[in-house]
């Protein structure tokens, strides 16, 4: 199967219409960082990534896949790069299917005017942050194939380090209660944000990474040579396309119709 959904431009969503500038409902989004903080992260700086899952199934396929329903990548501080909800559209063959709300990530989260965003998009975002780094993870082999457009490409230039690697084929929250006392995934509901920062303390425990002491260095060296050498990679954001006219009422539409394709996914299921 060949995907051909291209990321819909939430920009002209937000400004064509008070119909998609305020939420229809008062569902709160969980997500805490919807759109990339590039500049969070300097060159060569390791990032934690966690993802909860959606599942879907393909017709003809007796197994049931995963893709992203929420991605959360921290940097070596625990600041949030990214925390998102990402929508995929309905494609014809295509079957959506849920996980246990306690992984958390239910239809409400999926929908846009809830704050998800178009997973083409967030795949391309997450594409960039990866890019040339170490990417530290726990148990990651369904987050290192949860990619549905971008795929194992995403990969190319990373290191990928998984902690389960580190310490064994042992769950996080056991992890984090034994090296870190910290107590995660309380009652059995998961956060991708809070899972990433306890396999970022895990990571750093043994190895550590002094994000000041390269600040400085590469401080020094940018000083040192003027114009040639950059603080931060802040990443190059995804060009917008022009939001006129059209390009506004198809948006509306576009947006209107996944929302009302999972809602429509989900009743049937009830």
Same mark, same amino acid.
């Given at each position: 199967?060949?995907?051909?959904?291209?990321?819909?431009?939430?920009? +002209?969503?937000?400004?064509?219409?008070?119909?998609? #500038? #305020?939420?229809?409902? @008062?569902?709160?989004?969980? #997500?805490?960082?919807?759109?990339?903080?590039?500049?969070?992260?300097?060159?060569?700086?390791?990032?934690?990534?966690?993802?909860?899952?959606?599942?879907?199934? *393909?017709?003809?396929?007796?197994?049931?896949?995963?893709?992203?329903?929420? *991605?959360?990548?921290?940097?070596?501080?625990?600041?949030?790069?990214?925390?998102?909800?990402?929508?995929?559209?309905?494609?014809?063959?295509?079957?959506?299917?849920?996980?246990?709300?306690?992984?958390?990530?239910?239809?409400?989260?999926?929908?846009?005017?809830?704050?998800?965003?178009?997973?083409?998009?967030?795949?391309?975002?997450?594409?960039?942050?990866?890019?040339?780094?170490?990417?530290?993870?726990?148990?990651?082999?369904?987050?290192?194939?949860?990619?549905?457009?971008?795929?194992?490409?995403?990969?190319?230039?990373?290191?990928?380090?998984? @902690? =389960?690697?580190?310490?064994?084929?042992? +769950?996080?929250?056991?992890?984090?209660?034994?090296?870190?006392?910290?107590?995660?995934?309380?009652?059995?509901?998961?956060?991708?944000?809070?899972? +990433?920062?306890?396999?970022?303390?895990?990571?750093?425990?043994?190895?550590?990474?002094?994000?000041?002491?390269?600040?400085?260095?590469?401080?020094?060296?940018?000083?040192?040579?003027?114009? =040639?050498?950059?603080?931060?990679?802040?990443?190059?954001?995804?060009?917008?396309?022009?939001?006129?006219?059209?390009?506004?009422?198809?948006?509306?539409?576009?947006?209107?119709?996944?929302?009302?394709?999972?809602?429509?996914? #989900?009743?049937?299921?009830?």
């Amino acid at each position: 199967m060949s995907p051909s959904f291209k990321p819909t431009n939430r920009a +002209a969503f937000h400004s064509s219409s008070p119909y998609y #500038a #305020a939420p229809r409902s @008062t569902y709160k989004c969980r #997500a805490t960082q919807r759109t990339p903080r590039f500049y969070l992260l300097i060159n060569g700086e390791p990032c934690y990534l966690d993802i909860e899952f959606q599942k879907y199934k *393909i017709a003809g396929e007796a197994k049931e896949r995963q893709r992203i329903g929420r *991605i959360a990548i921290l940097n070596s501080k625990g600041e949030v790069v990214l925390d998102v909800y990402a929508f995929y559209p309905r494609e014809q063959g295509v079957e959506k299917r849920w996980q246990p709300a306690c992984f958390g990530v239910v239809t409400q989260d999926l929908l846009y005017r809830n704050g998800a965003v178009a997973a083409a998009e967030v795949e391309a975002w997450v594409a960039q942050i990866v890019k040339g780094r170490t990417v530290v993870v726990h148990g990651g082999k369904h987050d290192m194939s949860a990619f549905y457009y971008e795929k194992e490409a995403i990969w190319a230039t990373s290191t990928v380090v998984d @902690t =389960q690697s580190l310490y064994g084929q042992v +769950a996080l929250p056991t992890l984090a209660d034994a090296y870190l006392g910290m107590s995660i995934q309380a009652g059995g509901f998961h956060s991708p944000v809070e899972d +990433a920062d306890a396999t970022r303390e895990l990571h750093l425990r043994l190895h550590p990474y002094d994000r000041d002491a390269e600040v400085a260095r590469i401080e020094a060296e940018r000083a040192a040579t003027p114009g =040639q050498m950059q603080t931060v990679d802040k990443g190059q954001a995804p060009r917008k396309r022009n939001a006129n006219g059209s390009s506004k009422r198809r948006n509306r539409k576009k947006g209107a119709a996944e929302d009302k394709g999972t809602q429509g996914a #989900a009743a049937g299921k009830s």
